[in-house]
């Protein structure tokens, strides 16, 4: 852990409403989902806000520390089965401690 700092641990809810959980220092939302190969959780575009492949569901509750989409996204997001003011693509989150225990749900779940 580079300087000290204590990864944050996430969950991804699944389908079957099974959740999976990593941890991380650092980097994307989707970057921690592709490396536990998240299923639903593909990012094609490599993190760079060109497709919709990383598409998640926020809680209301979690919505106000994360904040709603950007427009960009919205663009991206508008057309992915799911879409919702709570849709976020997890390319454009950015992994911090104040997200610590955040469980974000894969659309269709």
């Known amino acids: ?5 204590r990864p944050v641990t996430i ?3 699944h389908h079957d409403g099974t959740i999976s959980w990593g941890q991380a ?5 989707m970057t921690l989902a592709v490396e536990l190969g998240v299923a639903g959780i ?12 990383c598409h ?7 919505i106000e520390r994360i904040g709603s989409a950007t427009p960009d996204e919205v ?3 508008e057309f992915e089965p799911g879409f919702s003011p709570l849709s976020r693509l997890s390319c454009q989150i ?3 401690p104040a997200l610590d225990g955040l469980i974000v749900t894969i659309p269709g779940a």
Do not use: I, K
Request: aromatic share 8%; proline share 3%; with cysteine.
């Open 11 to 13: 969950g991804f809810r």
């Open 94 to 96: 950015e992994l911090s």
């Open 1 to 5: 852990m580079a300087d000290g700092a």
């Open 56 to 62: 998640v569901h926020v809680s209301p509750d979690w």
């Open 75 to 77: 663009l991206m997001l």
């Open 42 to 53: 593909e990012g094609q575009c490599g993190g760079y806000l060109a497709c919709g492949t």
């Open 25 to 29: 220092n650092a980097g994307s939302l």
